[in-house]
């Protein structure tokens, strides 16, 4: 079994986030993917979600 790894991640500008990311070479799925979250794919283990600081906040109330 491949182990997966989920790396969340608070962002102030999700928009400019995606691009820099994609600019790395990741690619957006959407299924997981709204306005205040993206889940962006390095490969099948890799995976980056992307976090407004609102949606951080429903995780988590440690500081950013």
């Known amino acids: 079994m491949t182990r997966m790894i989920f790396v969340n991640l608070p962002v102030a500008d999700l928009a400019a986030s995606m691009a820099f990311y994609e600019a790395l070479g990741f690619e957006n799925n959407p299924t997981f ?11 099948e283990a890799i995976h980056v ?15 950013i």
């Open 49 to 63: 979600m992307l976090l407004t600081h609102d949606k951080w906040r429903v995780f988590t109330d440690r500081p």
């Open 33 to 43: 993917t709204d306005d205040t979250a993206a889940c962006m794919v390095l490969s």
